[in-house]
Each structure stands twice: as C-alpha cells, then as structure tokens.
C-alpha cells in the first residue's frame, strides 16, 4: 500500500475494536464501551485530533505506564441537590466525564440547575460528547477541562494553562444542535499531533519559542511543548493586538473551575511528570454544568428561537468569494453525514498505531484494510 495513501473504516468496525483494546488492557466492559462511544463521536464528527488516532498513545500507553487506572473508581467527596464533587482517582476520563455530566443532568432535571466539579480525573475525550449529553436532554450544557501546561500567558512564553476547552451546547429545532467546542489555545496538542502524522507545516503564531517567534514545525513544537521550550499562543494570538489577552482570560476561567471548587491540581502540577523526571498521573479537574430550559421557557419556543439566530446568521451578507456561513456544530453535523457514508479516514500514522496498539495487546481484530 502506497504510504501517502488514506483508508476508510466505518464507524462500526473502529468502535468495536476500541472497545476491545480497552478491554484487554484491563478496563470493565461496560466502561470499556464508554470510552469506545466518547471517542468514536469524535471521528463521527469530523475531529480527527481526539478519536481513534489517541487511542494508542493517550490511553492505552499512560495504562501500560500505569499513571492511569483501569478500574475506574468514583467517588463522591461533596453533594447538594443542585452540586456534587467527585473524585476519580485517576481512572478513565471518559466514563468519569459521563457519569459526571450525567449526575449533572439529573439533578438539573429535579432542580433546574445541576453542577458537578470533578478531581483527580484523565483525559475525557472531546469536551463536545458531554455537552451534547445535555442538548439531547433539551438542556444547555457546559464543561471544561484543565490539562498539561500548554498555554503561555499574554507577554510570556512559558507554558503555564493548559488548553482548556469551554464548551458549550444546546438543543435547536435543526437536524443538530449548537455546540461550540474548542481549546482556549488558538489551536490544541491533538491538532498538532495530527499535523505531525500527516508531516504537514503548522501555520505561524499557533506556537511560540522561548523569545517568541513563531513555530511551524510540529515535530519541534510537540517535543518544545513537553521539554518547556514551546508554548500554545491563546486565542486571539501573541501579544494583545488580536486581543490574546481575552483567550489567556478564558483559559484562567476555566482552570481556575476545574481546580479550586474541587480542591484539585492546577498549572504546573499537571505535568504528568515528577521533580525526578518520572511519569505520573495528570490529576485533571473538570466542570460539568446542565440547565434545564423548560425551568425558563418552553422548549420548542427556545428551540424555535436558537434556530432563528442561528438561520439569520448563516444568511447573512458574505464576504466577498465566500459561498457559505456556518455555525457552531453545523460542520460537524455535515462531517457526520459524509463519514456516514465514506467511513472514517485513516491515514498511514494512524493505522500503523492501531496495528501496533493491536499487536502488543493481541487484541482479537482484524482490520478492514488488510
């Protein structure tokens, strides 16, 4: 097979031998499932930085280095009718993220509003399955995550916030709702990673050396990025005169959420790793918010309303050599259709990590490109 050549899988077959790999790497079935579901949506939706392309180096390799735990054990170290907080001990990101913005749901659905805070968790996946956990529940969700250093404030260049997702969803009368899921970063590590697979030049001013300059070259920025000598610049950009300052504000905001209401890591402590240079478990924090809309309104009426602005926006006056305005979510929803029907694309990198993530685990499967 030609090595520039990409291949299709469908949605199927990815999730089913994800849902293997975790298995036998030691996580239960039913959570093993969780976390296939979490990241397949990301492939579903076009999000090629957070789905299969992890599943290898985020996941099964931190459980081989044990820093993170198989058995997922959650804990619930505070709890209100409106608010909890939770304890993960390190175990799978995503089935703590789901019972999180699921116990969220439900006290938003007896109460109106339903806040979890959560401590000592991994990596969840895309911020946008859980906010999309309350749209379909005719709620307005939000989350965010702290992560590894990344982030260098405005006039710094040392990688102090991590990327820190705020995301938001909620349900209108459209095919799909409004979900806006991005890092607080102009771009995030997963991006970058894809760019170093597929060896393509990153664009200038995502990345930052130690005096500022921009970096295009993913491979120096991932290795910068984990030895301190790179940084992510915060939406808007270096500097402040595309107001950078606002993303390195949004970025605070939701590392601050994910650490102080639940007595949980921050900043430099998320690392994942020791003064003696040795892997240790991340301990992220995140927040899960769900607001029940019929609590204010009817939910048809708000429904009827979001798709009007958001109908009005996309019919608005376009640029010049421009077709088309999207909103949040719209592509995604249009990635879903496409890869519906072509299946997921995988390039070379991509397949040679699940070979060899199936191989050291002698996970029972056999791909369709083989």
Same mark, same amino acid.
């Given at each position: 097979m030609a090595e520039h050549t990409i291949t299709y899988a469908s949605f199927a077959e990815m999730r089913e031998f994800?849902?293997?790999?975790? =298995?036998?790497?030691?996580?239960?079935?039913?959570?093993?499932?969780?976390?296939?579901?979490?990241? =397949?949506?990301?492939?579903?939706? @076009?999000?090629?930085?957070?789905?299969?392309?992890?599943?290898?180096p985020i996941y099964l390799d931190r459980i081989k280095? @044990?820093?993170?735990q198989v058995n997922t054990r959650f804990e619930i170290v505070r709890e209100t009718p409106?608010?909890?907080?939770?304890?993960?001990?390190?175990?799978?990101?995503?089935? =703590?993220?789901?019972?999180?913005?699921?116990?969220?749901?439900?006290?938003?659905?007896a109460c109106g509003l339903g806040m979890?805070?959560?401590?000592?968790?991994?990596?969840?996946?895309?911020?946008?399955?859980?906010?999309?956990?309350?749209?379909?529940?005719?709620?307005? @969700?939000?989350? @965010?995550?702290?992560?590894?250093p990344s982030i260098a404030p405005t006039f710094g260049v040392e990688n102090m916030l991590g990327?820190?997702?705020?995301?938001?969803?909620?349900?209108?009368?459209?095919?799909f709702p409004f979900v806006i899921d991005c890092a607080t970063s102009i771009t995030q590590r997963g991006k970058i990673e894809h760019y170093a697979r597929i060896?393509?030049?990153?664009?200038?001013?995502?990345?930052?050396?130690?005096?500022?300059?921009?970096?295009?070259?993913?491979?120096?920025?991932?290795?910068?990025?984990?030895?301190?000598?790179?940084?992510?610049?915060?939406?808007?950009g270096i500097g402040e005169e595309l107001a950078g300052y606002k993303g390195y504000g949004w970025a605070t905001v939701v590392e601050v959420l994910s650490a102080a209401l639940q007595g949980g890591s921050f900043l430099k402590t998320l690392t994942g790793m020791g003064a003696?240079?040795?892997?240790?478990?991340?301990?992220?924090?995140?927040?899960?918010?769900?607001?029940?809309?019929?609590?204010?309104?009817?939910?048809?009426?708000?429904?009827?309303?979001?798709?009007?602005?958001?109908?009005?926006?996309?019919?608005?006056?376009?640029?010049?050599?421009?077709?088309?305005?999207?909103?949040a979510g719209e592509k995604e929803y249009l990635a879903f259709l496409e890869r519906s029907r072509t299946g997921i694309p995988l390039n070379p990198a991509v397949r040679a990590s699940l070979e060899a993530a199936r191989n050291e685990w002698k996970v029972p499967h056999k791909f369709s490109w083989e």
């Open positions: 994800m849902r293997l790999a975790f =298995i036998a790497v030691g996580v239960p079935e039913a959570e093993a499932a969780v976390c296939a579901d979490v990241l =397949i949506e990301s492939d579903k939706r @076009g999000i090629d930085s957070h789905g299969v392309g992890r599943l290898k280095e @044990g820093i993170q409106t608010t909890a907080v939770i304890d993960g001990h390190d175990g799978m990101g995503h089935v =703590i993220g789901t019972r999180s913005m699921q116990m969220a749901i439900d006290k938003a659905a979890v805070a959560v401590r000592n968790s991994t990596h969840y996946g895309i911020a946008g399955y859980y906010a999309l956990m309350a749209a379909k529940n005719d709620m307005i @969700g939000f989350t @965010g995550t702290n992560a590894r990327t820190n997702p705020l995301t938001i969803g909620f349900p209108t009368d459209e095919d060896n393509k030049t990153m664009p200038s001013g995502w990345v930052i050396d130690q005096k500022g300059r921009a970096v295009t070259d993913p491979q120096i920025a991932l290795a910068g990025l984990v030895d301190g000598t790179c940084a992510l610049t915060p939406v808007g003696d240079g040795t892997l240790r478990p991340y301990h992220l924090g995140h927040w899960f918010l769900a607001i029940k809309i019929e609590a204010f309104t009817d939910p048809s009426a708000f429904k009827k309303t979001a798709g009007d602005i958001l109908r009005e926006l996309r019919a608005s006056k376009k640029a010049e050599g421009q077709s088309r305005i999207y909103t």
